[in-house]
């Protein structure tokens, strides 16, 4: 079955750092990749996603990258602003079925 | 409107209560997937309707829990006998068909169980 692995939270950083946060998955057949966000109160967003293997999805300075040899969608952002926090989810689907099967969600708490 | 909406945006109920929460997708899209997301825990799928396929109930918690959805459109989750451990948001999602499309969520509703 499909299952997606993501770092344990909180994570804590200080406005302009670097940020990355872990994402493996295991599916079958060919999935397409997530990372949704949810702010404070708010409903989840699609943050950015890729449909195959080295597509790179951006977006707010967001980046992560489909990487099929080490089943990862890591997500990256280079200076993390206080208005980026919130609950990161990484997400996958496969073939003909989009549901979407998630990570636990990873906090982050930018601090001035 | 121009996105998912759901209602209510809160409930409180009674343990064993019935309720019923309201998701209307978008416009156009053929698939629609409640979740439900509990205090401190992931994301958890329930149901997932495609068209006039037969729904995907693989992920209802138990027999409790029911979905439908009429003329391809909106949909209601009921809950019967609601117990505490039935608190939670739940998401109603929607997308059009096929793996790889943006699946776009509704804000939730807040469920407590009193």
């Known amino acids: 079955g499909n299952s997606v692995t993501q770092m344990e939270g909180p994570v804590t950083l200080s406005e302009e750092a670097f940020l990355t946060i872990n994402c493996t998955y295991t599916?079958?057949?060919?999935?397409?990749l997530f990372w949704y966000v949810q702010y404070p109160g708010e409903g989840l967003q699609l943050l950015l996603k890729?449909?195959?293997?080295?597509d790179k999805g951006s977006n707010k300075g967001f980046e992560a990258t489909y990487r099929k040899e080490t089943t990862s969608f890591h997500l990256e952002k280079g200076s993390v602003q206080v208005s980026d926090s919130a609950v990161y989810f990484c997400a996958l689907n496969t073939g003909t079925a989009s549901k979407l099967t998630f990570g636990t969600g990873t906090r982050l708490q930018v601090t001035l | 409107g121009a996105g998912v909406s759901q209602s209510p945006s809160n409930k409180v109920t009674e343990k064993g209560k019935d309720v019923e929460l309201r998701c209307d997708p978008i416009s156009g899209h053929t698939a629609l997937y409640w979740y439900r997301q509990s205090l401190g825990q992931g994301l958890e799928f329930l149901i997932y309707f495609q068209g006039n396929s037969a729904p995907d109930k693989s992920g209802l918690p138990s027999d409790r829990f029911s979905a439908e959805r009429t003329g391809g459109s909106v949909s209601t989750l009921t809950i019967q006998r609601t117990q505490q451990e039935d608190s939670a948001v739940y998401l109603c999602?929607?997308?059009?068909?096929?793996?790889?499309?943006?699946?776009?969520f509704g804000e939730g509703s807040w469920l407590t169980v009193v």
């Open positions: 890729a449909t195959k293997a080295d």
């Open positions: 599916a079958t057949g060919y999935p397409s």
């Open positions: 999602a929607s997308s059009l068909a096929a793996a790889g499309n943006t699946i776009y």
